[in-house]
Each structure stands twice: as C-alpha cells, then as structure tokens.
C-alpha cells in the first residue's frame, strides 16, 4: 500500500483501539475499511487483538477475504464477514464485528435490540437476528466459510447492524466515524434497553422517531464532539496506536515513550 | 467577560469536569451558570465534551440562548435549556442537562425517580416526566428550538429536576455547588432504586424525610466534604481543567505538566 | 495523644483509606477505633472524607461524642454512632459506619442480608434492621443526638452489623483487621445475594456453617493475606496515608512524592 | 527445584496476576501446575493473595499436598483441592480454584452454568455442582481435608470446572493457557447467562455446538491473541511478576521499577 494511505490505517488502527477501548471491543473483535482508492478491497489488521493494532499490522484483503500480497502473518479466520458484506452493500465503508459483553445477553435470549433513546436510534427500527444454525446446523459458531460469511450478509440486508445468536454483532457504517459511533451508541442502548426491562416496561422510539434521530450521530456538532473525546480517553489510557516508523526515526527523543504497554505514549 | 469573572469560569470547567469523572456526564451534556453579575445572562462552554471544557471555552449567552458576542465556536444545538429555564425560574442559579447511565433505564420505562435514601431526597418528592412526544410529534428528540425549551421548563416547574423520556434528565440549583450535589446523589438514587426494584419492594422516603433531608446536601459538612473528595478524585485523575493562560505564561515550569491528555496535571 | 499513638492513628488512616478503596465508604462514612490505652475513649477522624483521612486528622473523643480537647475542626454529625455502641458493647474495638452501593439497596427494599458463602458469614446469621422512623417519626435520617445511637446500639444488639432504613450499615469489630475484613465481605455477599435473587433462589448457609465459617477471616492465612493484599492495591492506587511529619522531614527526598493527590507516593 | 524451572514457575506466576488482573481471582484463590518434570508433583505458591505470586514464592508439593521440602512459610488451606484433582485426573496439567464475583451468584442460588456462547463452551455441556455440606455436614466451608479434596474430584469426574456450593469453582486445563482462557470465559459465560435470565430465556448451544465450538480456545489463533492481550493487560496495569533476582542483579537499573506496588515495572 503506497505511503499516501499510511493516514488511512493510522485511522483505522485508532478506531480500532477507540472501540476497545469504549468496550465494544476486547480480546476479540475486528473493524475494516474499504480500500478508498479502490472498492474491490478492504483493509483489515492481521490477527490481533484490537486494542493491540497498529498502523503496520493493516493488510489489504480482496472480497474473497484473501490478502492481496503474500503474508506470513495469522490472518482472522472471520475476515469473509468484512469481505462478504463489503460485497453485497456498496453503500458501507466500514465493518466492526464484535462480541460485546452489553449486546451478548440479547444474543443469547433472542431478544431483539430495539432503539430506546434518541442515540440509541443509530441501530435502526428493526434489527435482524441470524443464527448460523438455521442454515448450517451444528457448527463451532465461527463465521469462516465464504458461504456463511454471504448468509450473514444477507439477513443483515440493508440495517446497519445484525445479532448474531450465541456469538456478538457486526455492525456497519457509511464511514469509520458513523460506524465507531453507531457501535458504541448500540452498546449503551442494549445496557439501557436490559435495565428498562427490569424496571417493567420497554418502550422503543417510534418509527418518525427513529428515522429522525437516526442521523443525529452524522450531526457535525456530534461528530467532532465524540471524535474528540474517545480520541482523548484513549490518549489519556496511553493507548493511542504508535506512530509510523518512518515519522519517529526522526522524532527519536519519542522512541522511549512507545514502550510495550504504552502507558506514557502521547501524541504530539 | 472581565478578568474578575476567571475564577467563576474556572469553577464551571471544574463543575463539568468533577460531573463527567463522577459518571453523570459522558461525551454528551452540559452545565451552566447564570451569570454572576447580571441575572439576564449565562455562562455555558462551547459545543465539547465536559470532560474537556476549560475556562477559555465558556461563553456568555442571553436567555434566548444567543451568544453576546459573535463567535466562530460551534454551539450545543440544546443551550435553549438552560436560557429558558433561567428565564422561568429566578431561583435558579445552575443547570444541568445529562443523559446518566444509573437515569436513562428510567427514561425508558416511564418509572419515576422517587427519593429512596437520605441524600437522595435532594431530587424532591416528586420528580416530573416530560415526553417531548406529547407536543410536539415525532422528533429527533434535541431540545433545540424555544418552544421546546420552554415546554420543558414549564414541565420542571418548581422542582429541582425533569426526566426527559428516551433522553436524560435536567437537574437545576441554587448554586454550582448545590447543583453538583443533587446531580450525582440523583444518579447513586437511581441506582439504589433500580436494584430495590430487583429485591421487590421500593419504599420511598416519607414526605417529611424528604423534606428534612432534602437539604442534607447545603449543610457545610457535607458540602465542604463532598467538594474536597470530588476535586480529589479529579485531580487524581489528572483532569482538573487547566489554569488561566496568563497565570501558566508565569510558571512556565508547569507545561509540560499540561500536555493534551492532563494525566500529569496537578493544581498548585 | 501522645508519640506512641501515632502507629495507632496512622494505622485508622490506613483502614479508613483500605475500606474507600474497596468500595466499602465513598465521600461518607467513617471508621474509628476504642483508644488502645482508654476504654473510655475512641478515635475518629475530623469531618473528611475517609479516602483523604491522615494520620493528623485523627481526633480522641469521650463515650458521649464529645472532643477530649477542644478544636477548631468541623466534625461529624453522627459521632454518637460511634460512642454509642462502644458504651454499649465492651467486646468491640471498632466500628464502620457506611453507604456502601452494595448494601443500599437492602436497606431501601427492606430485605435482610443473610450469609451466602463462606466469607460472607463474618456477617452473622441475623442482622438486625433499624428503621429511625419507627421510634422518632420523621427526621433527616441523620443519627446526630445521643437518644438516636443509642436507639442503633439498642438494634445492633449483640450481632456484628446493623442495617438503616434508607441509610446505609453500621459494623463492628473486636479489632481494626476484623471489622475491615467484615465490611468488605457484607458488601460482596450483598452483591451475590442481590444477584443469586435474581437468578431465583437465595440459599443461606445452615446456622452451622454460618457459626463455623463465621471465623475464617480470624485465621491467620486469613488475615494474612487479605490485610497484604488490600494494602497494596491502596499503594498501587497511590492513595496510602503521608506519613507522619516528623519522618518526612528527616526524609526531605520524598516530599515530592507526597503531593495532593498522593499518585506517585510510595510507602518505603 | 533447578535452575532450568525458573521459566515454569515465572509463567505460573504470570497466569496468576493475569487471572487477578482480568477479575477470576481476587484476594483469594489459587492456581497450580502439575510439575512438567515430575507428574507426582505440582507446583503451587505460598499463602499469598494471586496478583502478588511472584516465581520465588512458587513451593513444589507432593500430590498428598505436603510440600517436597521443609518451610516455614504459611501454605494455603485448601492445597487439597490440587493434590486430589491432579491425583484423579491423568489428563490435568493445571488447576484453578476461584471464587469469583460473576460465578458466585449461581453457588448461591444452585443455578447450573451452561455454554451460552461460542466460548463458554469451554466449560463443557454439563458442570457439575458439589455441596460440601451433603457428604460432610456442617463444616466452615473450607476443602481442607484430604477425603473433602477427594470429593471435590470426585464431583469434577471428566468435567472442565466444578461449580462448589457457597464457595466458588474449581476449573482445570490440559495446560496453563487452556485453563487461564476456560476460567476467563467461564465467567463471561456466567455473567452473559445471569443477564440473559434476566431478559426472560436462557438458551443454551446445542450439544454439538458445544463439542465443536469447545475446542475453539486451543486454537493458534485465538490462543496468541487472548495470551498477547491479556499479558498486555497486565503489562500496562504495572503487574507484570518480578524478574527472578539472578537476572535483576546483573541488571541493576532495573531495581528502582520494582518497587512494592510494581506499577512502573515494564518486561525487557
């Protein structure tokens, strides 16, 4: 990849570790772009937890989920989510799939997501939910077949996130902003939705509602608020993704702060 | 604004930073402050998160919300809730607009906040629910135009606070420190609440405790206290809001210590 | 008090620091201990938060509440807890009075805490409930004049632990360890009973493992361990108590080290 | 023990820390390992809370749980619960006993743990659940003597984890890392299952799912993600064990960051 996308995956690397460290994410989990320059690829990390992705870990992969250069690297075995998908709804630039401890009681209930707050209607009106047993019986759950990764591209049709029973969510986005938004506005909402229900009584958005505030997260007012924030709680955690190697070489009074746990990192 | 108003804008950055660490604040939400020296006026940050408002953010505005002098800063599209309910209200010195995670599951099931433990008895006996629904239809559920500012403020009437169907709540004080208080003890309460409501049986406090306890929180144990902890805890977290330009200018010494992330601030 | 006191006072502060840390007190409550030298005596810091108690802040009172010399100090209102029940009960050596948010639901729904593991037992089979209301009606729910302790001493009885209506918990020890382990079990058994109701039974242990297990935070092992464990995690939060003055000065290197909010103090 | 087991016991430190770290363990619990040169031992600390285990405090035992040579330092009560397992149990190379906060609630309320999502099938379709009070009457809870140790493996019988009746688990693992990754999400499986109950219906994976999806935290990729993570984790937290003191002497600027609390300490 030529160095002028080097910005692309140092975003990418940060969304990343913004949504573990917002909890959407932990051990598990992975977000993709769409290649900006060219819609047939993707762009994913090798197999890593997120938390840990840097800018150089970024590999480009085909629709076919297969890397576009040789590598060495492990590669995640449910990378056919992010191409399948990509494949099927040319209007999104950006996959994050995860097992989100918030959204998994819902997973294993089969109780539907429903928007409850006015964020919270960044979801949609109507979740769909898959199980990959209705269409493939026993497996170990893992979406790794080009077959399954196409059934989970077609019951999330045209939503912006699908349940995945007895496993997580995937979640999708016109950009990478929308999509870390969307992705941790439906973790607060499936909290909210959880304790409503204990109190006696879930009552959703309407549909005009829904519709409405559904694009309050695009709101430029919005964005840049919550881009700032996470970016600084993320900062603050020291765990803002390192610099490219060719940019700290000559920065070299930085080498010390980039340790292995990051603690002391900050972006200049 | 004159130099003498430095010291009121340093306690409204503390004032939203101290509510953003206590968990009552997150991306989103506001506090102001009617202006010291003329009641027609407020004192409220530009559009950031809390957690990030410095002294240098906060503008004064009218009571219809307008900014008194042109600026190029974006502005919360919801403001019109504290220039109304200053305009309602002559009582009130503070205010609070937030969407709590312990308050929202209440917002969404329509189940009141009664007072269930001493401190929480600073909410008052009778906590009114506004559903912007009932006025005005389907919305986006922002709080942005005066009629709806006024509805609200008209739904809070005399009390010390308003829950917002699938929203937040807005929490008024006498002062900064009085509005603090109530703000974080509402968010412990609903919390105690939610879970008695597990344990079968909420008893709220009596109608005379409510009234003798409910200003516990003015006693100048408890406020001297509880403002001693809170700013502990901030300045722990490394997230006091950094001191006047001019004084820091002075102590050049302590900037390094203010670097983007504050986890190395301390106050003098 | 004299010099060889100052291990006593200082190891109150630390208790008082271990018990906040745990989650056990907040901004509230308050811990103190019978003068080791006079058991008409106890120990009880000024009004502060327990997290910012030192070792300075510790003041000697009489058995009615009252300072042994005069101050100048703001000081508790519910004092008369604390020399109530030492009036009342000559076995105990310590007492904890607390909010914690583990135990406040039980005291809002009014649902007994019954032992329900092995830790938990150092809670007793029976502890009592005590309700202000029933024996002076309506009040602030402060127990502040000496007719209210000893109504609580009355209800603790001979039992290790008293819930309050709508208030909190008082705990006692026969010495500072004890009553420090005991807080911190009652406020996980709560949390375990709170959500073993949820699951849909609550099983208490027999009367027979409550008497047996009632001791293990006695053994040695026991104490051993926990006392070693809480204290780190205290010195890993940099919250120890500063030590006393007197040593810090003939130590001048560490002064830096004991700033405001004591992040970097280290205990040598 | 030689030199050449200087390595085993640094990584069975390391599973410690990273158990307290990631919430199985806390004040209490422990983790051993079948001594890789000698399957008639197991290795196992010292009476010490789990997240302050360092390599040096690592006691070899026989599998009647008496350590190989004489000490003077205070062993654990329950080291019967290792012996007994391990003497059962050909096919265990490491065992956990816990008593972890998400697992608690079902020991209460008798409730069994069942697979709920693709990981927790680590823990198997069935676990069993021993009461210590059918075989032994009333006791303080504690496993402590050998025939209560043989019970307890008894109960476990070709099962991951056995959950123990107002006590805790115990989970084994045919290596350290199987059984770290089984009690990790053992836990999350419980807390997802608790929530689920909450929601109305727990459903839980098929039979075949389990079997297939249980061998899912064996594989390469996953197992270098969760080890790389968690150890990252505890690396950023300043909780990583002490290097053994052979390598610290021959490098001596290392000593500082070893202080009591550990919080500066980095791996080279």
Redesign the interface.
């Known amino acids: 990849m030529p160095d002028r996308y080097d910005q692309v995956r140092y975003e990418l690397a940060l969304a990343s570790r913004m949504l573990a460290n917002e909890g959407v994410l932990?051990?598990?989990g992975h977000v993709s772009l769409r290649h900006p320059g060219d819609p047939s690829k993707f762009l994913l990390s090798r197999?890593?937890?997120p938390?840990?992705v840097e800018a150089a870990d970024i590999l480009e992969y085909t629709l076919d989920a297969e890397p576009v250069r040789p590598t060495t690297h492990?590669?995640?075995?449910e990378r056919v989510i992010h191409g399948c998908i990509y494949a099927a709804r040319p209007d999104v630039a950006a996959v994050c799939h995860h097992?989100a401890?918030a959204v998994?009681?819902?997973?294993?209930?089969?109780?539907p997501i429903v928007p409850?707050?006015?964020?919270g209607a960044a979801v949609g009106a109507a979740m769909p939910f898959w199980d990959q047993?209705d269409e493939f019986?026993?497996?170990?759950?893992?979406v790794a077949k080009p077959e399954e990764g196409r059934s989970l591209a077609r019951a999330l049709a045209p939503h912006p996130a699908v349940l995945m029973r007895?496993?997580?969510a995937t979640v999708v986005g016109g950009d990478l902003r929308e999509l870390v938004s969307r992705s941790i506005f439906m973790c607060?909402n499936a909290?909210?939705?959880?304790?409503?229900?204990?109190?006696?009584?879930?009552?959703p958005?309407?549909?005009?509602?829904t519709?409405?505030?559904g694009?309050?997260n695009a709101?430029?007012?919005v964005v840049?608020?919550?881009w700032?924030?996470?970016t600084?709680r993320l900062?603050?955690a020291?765990r803002l993704p390192p610099l490219a190697r060719a940019k700290s070489r000559s920065a070299p009074g930085r080498s010390r702060a980039r340790?292995?746990?990051?603690?002391k990192q900050?972006?200049s």
Chains 1, 2, 3, 4 share one sequence.
């Open positions: 932990d051990a598990f197999s890593r937890s938390q840990l492990r590669l995640f075995a097992h401890a998994l009681p819902f997973c294993v209930a089969g109780v409850v707050f006015h964020l047993q019986g026993d497996t170990n759950l893992l007895h496993h997580g607060q909290t909210y939705q959880l304790q409503a229900h204990m109190l006696g009584k879930v009552v958005l309407s549909a005009g509602e519709r409405l505030a694009s309050l709101l430029p007012t840049g608020r919550t700032e924030y996470w600084y900062a603050e020291g340790g292995k746990t990051g603690r900050r972006r």
